[in-house]
């Protein structure tokens, strides 16, 4: 009996080590914020009081230095936070920085006598290559989603623009491929959720093909090796996308896009052959809207896409003579 006792023991405190690391890692949906405090004269500062606060929801997460003045807050969702920290007799400026998806933000704070209050703009870029790990990561803002031209609003196309990717235009599986592996060993999720076609093992979704839900995506980040813990399973990359939602002021937006064959070329083996155009109309529409339902605690958000394709039909068509 004791030695059952003994064996159980050991097998619960081998799952508890192997899960405590966990802790402390980012998610396929969240970053990490970690520095050192210290005071004026460049002393590490332990027991000082970080507080984190979200601008969107006003979410508040405390934490508190160690011995060597370091802090470390996790799991942290992608968007503006200030950050202080504050003994009984000391207290830092107010720092605004953003949190990446997938990504590490370093940001020592100093403490100090201060008799006013003062907010300082963080406007660090996330680096390509992450020190904390070995993912070769890149980023992509809402912003750059925003102003990215996505063809059929195809969620693909935010990694078209990062180093190791190359675009397919000569066949085969998928639109690119990652460092020579092909699109079926790329990895798609939104929110942590998978969002593959389960058959093909590609990123195709519906008639056309595409990976619909741009106007969805707050941020992006493209890994395509040296995974860490949180991803995994295919060997080509990780593409991790994470949805907008609700925040204490009311958002939204509507969107159109109309393409027609006359506002594009013809190819080079029909002007050769002097074959015209056929008819190819996109209609790319989309709407969204949040805010709040209960101010720094319940929020809503909402998103609708649709893409409608019109192309001429194959086939033989038999028109009667008069």
Known sequence: MTSRGTILRGLVTAVLLSLAPLAFGQTLTTGDVSGVITDSTGAVV???????KSVDTNELRTTVSGDSGQYRLSLLRPGEYTISAQTAALKSNTSRFAVSVGQEQNLNLTVAV??????????????????????????????????????GGDLTTVAFTVPGIRMNVGGGNGNFNANGIPLTGV?????????????????????????????????????????????????????????????????????????????????FFGNATRTPKGRSVANLYAASVGGPIRKNKTFFFVDTEALRYALPTTGTVTVPTP
Do not use: W
């Open 46 to 52: 332990p027991g000082a009081t970080v507080t984190i």
């Open 114 to 151: 201060q008799s006013t209050q003062e907010v300082v703009m963080v406007t660090a870029e996330a680096p390509i290559i992450e020190t904390e790990n070995a993912n070769l990561s890149t980023s992509v803002s809402t912003q750059q989603i925003v102003n990215l031209p996505m063809n």
């Open 187 to 267: 990895l798609f999720t939104i929110n942590g959720a998978d969002v593959m076609d389960p058959y093909n093992n590609l990123n195709n979704s519906g008639a056309s093909n595409n990976l619909l839900g741009a106007n969805e995506v707050a941020e992006a980040a493209v890994i395509i090796n040296a995974f860490s813990p949180q991803y995994g399973r295919m060997a080509g990359g990780q593409v991790n996308l994470v949805g907008k939602s609700g925040t204490n002021a009311f958002h939204g937006n509507a969107v159109y896009n109309y393409n027609d064959a006359i506002f594009n070329a013809a190819s």
